[in-house]
């Protein structure tokens, strides 16, 4: 595998169950990234992490959390999931430092009922 | 708070017309990058402008840069049917000890004969 791989590709959840979205990269890169894509509002940062260990908060990150225990995993978690948190979730990774250019996964469908 | 506009949204042209696709953003930066998404897909770099005055050219598509006006072009030459799909123009911006990219909303485009 060469990439970003993502899991499930796309999920139909019960509101109030917890779910982990899962993201796996095999390039090395030191940062990684969670975005949600809404129609009309493009893609949103969720949470990020510059390298193992550390992790921050984007611009929406209310009801989700991440962890980053090793450079190649940023599973995403939402502890009681809602109904408007249906998206489409991306997972993408940059090498770090000045270079920022973004490699994505192929994204998670998720739909909350 | 750094803000990344496009303008047109949604872009419907005909086969073999040219078009241009704006990409403004608030606050200084000094790379830009453009994305191509196609419907139900991940998202694909397409250029990447890492200064002021950088053109980037791929078969009929062209992008250009301007930070000191704060704008991106993406030209479209003579476009054919395989151009439709949605584009997404990306903002470096700093967070705490790193980097992630703010995206536009994306411009629609549909190719028809």
């Known amino acids: 595998i060469a990439g970003i791989t993502q899991a499930p590709t796309s999920q139909i959840l019960a509101a109030g169950r917890r779910m982990t979205l899962r993201c796996t990269q095999d390039?090395?890169?030191?940062?990684m990234y969670w975005y949600r894509q809404d129609l009309g509002l493009g893609l949103r940062l969720i949470h990020y992490?510059?390298?193992?260990?550390?992790?921050g908060k984007g611009e929406v990150p209310d009801g989700y959390s991440v962890s980053r225990a090793n450079t190649d995993d940023f599973p995403l978690t939402l502890a009681s999931a809602v109904p408007s948190q249906t998206s489409v979730y991306f997972c993408a990774s940059t090498p770090g430092g000045v270079n920022t250019e973004a490699f994505f996964g192929q994204g998670t469908r998720l739909t909350v009922v | 708070e750094l803000k990344v506009e496009q303008n047109p949204l949604f872009l419907s042209m005909q086969e073999g017309k040219n078009y241009t696709i704006y990409c403004n953003y608030s606050?200084?930066?000094?790379?830009l990058y453009w994305y191509r998404q196609d419907p139900g897909k991940s998202l694909e770099s397409l250029f990447v402008?890492?200064?002021?005055?950088a053109v980037k050219q791929e078969g009929r598509l062209m992008a250009s840069l301007d930070t000191k006006a704060r704008l991106s072009t993406l030209h479209i030459t003579a476009a054919v049917h395989d151009l439709s799909a949605t584009y997404f123009c990306?903002?470096?911006?700093?967070?705490?000890?790193?980097?992630?990219?703010?995206f536009g909303k994306g411009t629609s485009l549909l190719v028809t004969p």
């Open positions: 992490s510059n390298t193992a260990g550390t992790t």
């Open positions: 390039m090395r890169h030191n940062a």
């Open positions: 606050t200084t930066s000094d790379r």
């Open positions: 402008l890492l200064s002021n005055g």
């Open positions: 990306a903002v470096v911006r700093a967070l705490n000890s790193g980097y992630a990219l703010n």
